[in-house]
């Protein structure tokens, strides 16, 4: 099923639901660890979208991670990846995995942040794959809004 904001859409993997909230969307599955978030945003400080994806890489780079080139679908810019836990402490259950996409469509910025428990880390990459790889532009980029 294909689901729809003003800004983007896409096809929700079996088994996960959509609950929009205006400036974000979370997209649930059957576990309650597990989220993808998609957030629209204002780019500030006189910077441009492309600009925004620009530093977010550099900041990202700055924190020792890799940072990669990311296509989906009508959007374009980088992906990064990592744990969220305690470096110091042994694994913990709240330990987290996480996947960021920092994108860009004519001009319109899209942040997408996936988050599970370090756990089951992979679980679901497969159905997180599809749907954020099925990105479309919404009307308001189609039409310059």
Known sequence: MRVHTSVWSLEL???WRLEDHCDYAVILNDD?????R?????VANGLTAAGWVERV???QRAKGR??????CGDFRGIRCEFAVMDRIAPP????????????VCDGTPLDIT???PLWCAGRDDRDVRTMVESLQAGPRIRRGF
């Open 57 to 59: 890489a550099s900041v």
């Open 92 to 103: 913990r259950r709240e330990d987290r995995w996480v996947r960021v996409w920092t994108l």
């Open 13 to 15: 993997a079996p088994g």
């Open 66 to 71: 890799t940072v990669a080139e990311a296509r």
């Open 38 to 42: 998609l957030t629209t945003l204002e």
């Open 114 to 116: 996936y988050s599970s």
């Open 32 to 36: 309650p660890d597990t989220v993808l």
